[in-house]
């Protein structure tokens, strides 16, 4: 089984301020990688695919890096709305994995 | 617009079976498979299984083996997920999420909390 360790679990940024979050997985993972934005009570969004691509309609203040092991979530000129719980999940294998979540709050 | 809509909140006792749906909308339901992923207060995400809505294969998680069944009915587009022998442990919300085998999710229901408690 792929363990997947995300980091931070708890982030604050300022509205502008760009971030990353980590997830780096146990074994390589090609670019099976997918992250999701979850809100309070609605379901997850899809974000990013295949590691780097963005989903159709996402903001493109979102991007995806990194290959084999070691991903990262960037989000540069963060605005209010993205208040959101961000995790990752790993699709090469089964059982298919996820991250512990990052809670990020907007100051 | 694709939906995946899942039932109310259950509460059950340790030892009963929950019995979960998720009916989905916005495109064809026989193209893609359901997921199933819960994730206990306080915990991350646990990905249960999955079903293929086209012919019914499933693969679940081995830790959950012989006490889940998810099916599908493909008149009424909706997918169900059951799990059974229900342990305090089992508390958690569960999410239903299109995908195909071997991808990710892409849409995800809304969650349905299911609590087991005597």
């Known amino acids: 089984e792929t363990t997947l360790t995300q980091s931070p679990a708890f982030m604050s940024a300022t509205p502008g301020d760009k971030v990353n979050i980590s997830c780096k997985a146990s074994?390589?993972?090609?670019?099976?990688m997918n992250w999701y934005q979850q809100k309070p009570g609605e379901a997850a969004i899809f974000i990013i695919q295949e590691a780097t691509t963005l989903v159709p309609g996402i903001p493109p203040r979102f991007s995806g890096s990194g290959y084999g092991t070691d991903f990262t979530l960037t989000i540069n000129n963060i605005e209010s709305e993205d208040a959101a719980y961000y995790f990752c999940?790993?699709?090469?294998?089964?059982?298919?994995?996820f991250g512990q979540g990052t809670k990020l709050e907007i100051k | 617009q694709v939906q995946l809509v899942q039932s109310g909140a259950e509460v059950k006792k340790p030892g009963a079976s929950v019995k979960v749906s998720c009916k989905a909308s916005?495109?064809?339901?026989?193209?893609?498979?359901i997921s199933w992923v819960r994730q206990a207060p306080g915990q991350g995400l646990e990905w249960m299984g999955w079903i293929s809505a086209y012919n019914g294969n499933t693969n679940y998680a081995q830790k959950l083996q012989g006490r889940v069944t998810m099916t599908t009915d493909t008149s009424t587009s909706t997918a169900y997920m059951e799990l059974r022998s229900l342990r305090s442990d089992d508390t958690a919300v569960y999410y239903c999420?299109?995908?195909?085998?071997?991808?990710?999710?892409?849409?995800w229901g809304q969650g349905t909390l299911v609590t087991v408690s005597s």
């Open positions: 074994q390589d993972i090609d670019d099976d």
């Open positions: 999420a299109r995908g195909r085998y071997s991808y990710g999710p892409d849409y």
């Open positions: 916005g495109y064809t339901f026989t193209s893609y498979g």
């Open positions: 999940l790993q699709h090469d294998n089964f059982p298919h994995t």
